[in-house]
Every structure is written in C-alpha cells, then in structure tokens.
C-alpha cells in the first residue's frame, strides 16, 4: 500500500456511527476543473479515540472537521467537488516531512493546518516553494506566515487583536491612560505586550502592567490601586484564573470604576457577575466565537448540525464550515491562485464573524467586541 494512504484516516465513527472522517464524493458527474483536493493535517489520533468516549481532548478538532465536510456536501450543490482528506498527524516533525516528500500530497489544492506551531513553519515554507496554498486555522502567531505568500491564518494574529481592539477604544472613549493585568502564560502575555505596544503607539500611556499568578495578590492591588484607578481610562485583563478575575471584580466594585475594561471571552465563559453587573461595568469582550443565532443562516446550519449529530455545533464547527465555503468561493474565481482574491476590497459572508477581510495582510483583520446593552450581549464595534 502506498505509504500515503497508510497515512490517510480511513473509516471512522465519530458519534453513534453516521458519519465518518472519509466521504469521498464521486466525481464523475463534476467538470474535472471543479474539482479539488484539501488535505486536512490534524491530530485526529484515529487509533486512540473511543466510539463511546464522552469526551476527547481533540473534540475542537473533530468538531472543525466535521463543519468541513457538511460544506464540502453544500459546495457540491454548486458543482465544486472539494475532496477531505484527513491526514493524522500530531507533534511528529518526522512523520510530516514523510507526508510533505509523498507525491500524493504535492497533488493537493489546498492544505489546512496543521494545529501544533512547531508544525506551521515547514507548512509555510512548504507552501512557498509548491504553491500550494494553506490555512492555518487555530492560531493567533504569525511569524512564519509573514514571511510567505501562500499561507494565511484563519485568526487575527495578536497585533490585529491588539490594533483593532484599542482603535476602538481610542474612537468611542477619551481618556488615554490603561493598567494591563495578565497572567504568566504565553497567550496572555503576547497579548498584554501587544496591547501595551499599541496603546503607546497611539500615543496613550501605560500606568502599569503586571504578569501575576494566583498568588501575586499584592501585585494585583498595587496595579488596581485607587489611584492608579482614578486616573486610568481602560483596564485590559487577560487571565485565565478566575480567582484572579474574582479578585479584579471585586476591586473594580469597590473603587466604583467607571471606565471600559477590556477582556476575553472567558468571562463570560464562567459568569463573572450577573450580566447587569457586567453591564454596568463596561465589560467589553474581545473574541472571534461570537454566534448570532438571530441570523437566519446560523440557525439553519445549527439546525441541520443538530440533526445529523444530535447535539449543539461549537464554534469550532461553525468555523470548518465557514471556511471552506470562502476557499469554495476563492477556488471558484481563481482557481490557480485562490488567496489573491482576499487581497481585493470586498467581504465574504460567514457565520460567526460576519466577513472576513485580509487586504494584502496574513490574518483575518476583523476582531470582535462584545459587550452587554440592556441585558443583551451585542457587538460593539462595527467590523467595516
């Protein structure tokens, strides 16, 4: 057997055994032009998963997957043949540089992934020295893919976030003072960095930044201090301890804080307060998962989700989904050179973050800000 196809996930049941990694659409009925291949290298860990099990740490991956393929079946209701090939890989350099030198994977269109960074270089070199395009789906680092052609990140990297977060700000508030708290892990501290830059470069100023942990709480009450809060116009935390942002709260409530504070998702992930009290302290949520579910298209995908797996689609469904339709879209006007049409001033409907917009950048430059209006979470800035 070629060892290509040893690589290639074969049948398996993801839940209750009506559906499968590998649904190959026959072709014969589709224009050859119209078809194309997309290589999906992912760690699926296909020898490891339990039919039975009830939760597996790869389920954002699966989940993703599985928004692919429902539409690639809507794609081929437009006579575009997109064909998954869903290739298990995980932190294995070797085992990749074996898929990367197999002339059955050279024949790709598209490539997505792979999900670990020390992986995303050698795609993106890949990329560059074949052609063909790929997308990295779930990260926010860019470093290798600035320095190529033909890899985009699904995501906005950390300086969009940063930029596009705080070009808010500094349009719908005036006072050009923050504290930044964050916690020691990477993500948060890019992120505090990346921010800390940007509000210096649009000329604000920083009255503190602090990297705590759990047990830094005297750190903690020096940055929120009532001085430093009398005269800050915006607090940015990005902390995943929620003692920590229990702490936070609790000293925003006794200073009487007026001011915007600037956050992730998480908060709301684990109810920090009641939504009046999140409203009333100005909250503002920056992410990219935010699902409208009054908009008519979500619903119906939900719906059709929901039917075929019997349980909610997350957002990393939703994503898959999204993003093969727009490469549906892209293949479809420029079939050799997909990634040059996001170049070009125009939206792409999508699900959750309403277009994408690249320009001649990398990563997605539009980034969501959420907040709470009469008890209702809405999207704050406005994604032009």
């Known amino acids: 057997m070629h060892k290509m196809k040893k690589l290639l996930i074969g049948i398996l049941i993801l839940f209750s055994g009506i559906n499968t990694f590998s649904q190959v659409v026959n072709s014969d009925s589709l224009l050859k032009r119209n078809s194309f291949t997309v290589s999906v290298l992912m760690p699926f860990q296909a020898s ?11 389920q954002f991956v699966l989940d993703y997957y599985e928004g692919l393929r429902m539409a690639k079946d809507s794609l081929l209701k437009r006579n575009l043949n997109f064909k998954l090939q869903a290739i298990d890989i995980e932190k294995d350099t070797n085992k990749l540089f074996t898929i990367l030198n197999d002339d059955e994977f050279k024949k790709s269109h598209l490539i997505i992934g ?4 020390q992986l995303s270089q050698y795609i993106c070199v890949f990329s560059e020295q074949t052609g063909i395009p790929s997308i990295i789906p779930f990260t926010n680092a860019n470093d290798w893919v600035l320095k190529t052609e033909k890899t985009i990140l699904q995501e906005p990297a950390y300086a969009t976030i940063a930029e596009k977060s705080l070009d808010y700000y500094f349009n719908n508030f005036s006072i050009d003072t923050c504290i930044i708290i964050s916690s020691k892990q990477a993500k948060d501290t890019i992120l505090a ?4 830059k940007y509000f210096t470069k649009r000329l604000g100023v920083v009255l503190d930044k602090k990297k705590l942990d759990r047990s830094s709480s005297w750190s903690l009450s020096k940055a929120l201090s009532p001085e430093n809060m009398k005269k800050a116009g915006l607090i940015i935390v990005f902390h995943n301890d929620a003692m920590v942002r229990a702490n936070i709260m609790s000293m925003i409530e006794a200073a009487n804080f007026q001011n915007p504070i600037f956050t992730n998702s998480e908060w709301l992930n684990e109810q920090m307060g009641s939504y009046e009290q999140l409203e009333k302290r100005k909250i503002h949520f920056i992410t990219n998962d935010f ?3 009054s908009q008519i298209k979500v619903e119906k995908f939900r719906s059709k989700y929901i039917q075929e797996k019997g349980f909610e689609p997350s957002s990393f469904a939703y994503k898959g989904y999204e993003m093969l339709l727009l490469m549906g879209k ?11 049409t996001l170049k ?15 320009y ?11 907040k709470f209006d009469s008890g209702k979470l809405i999207q704050a800035n406005t994604l032009e």
Request: charged content about 30%; proline content about 3%.
């Open 360 to 370: 001649d950048k990398k990563d997605n430059q539009k980034v969501t800000i959420l």
């Open 344 to 358: 070009k001033d125009q939206n792409f409907e999508a699900i959750i973050q309403n277009s994408y917009r690249y």
């Open 114 to 117: 792979p999900v670990y960074s």
């Open 291 to 293: 699902i409208d579910r």
């Open 48 to 58: 490891k998963i339990s039919v039975n099990a009830s939760s597996r740490n790869n």
């Open 330 to 340: 892209l293949f479809e006007e420029n079939r050799f050179n997909p990634l040059e």
């Open 193 to 196: 960095n990346q921010f800390a």
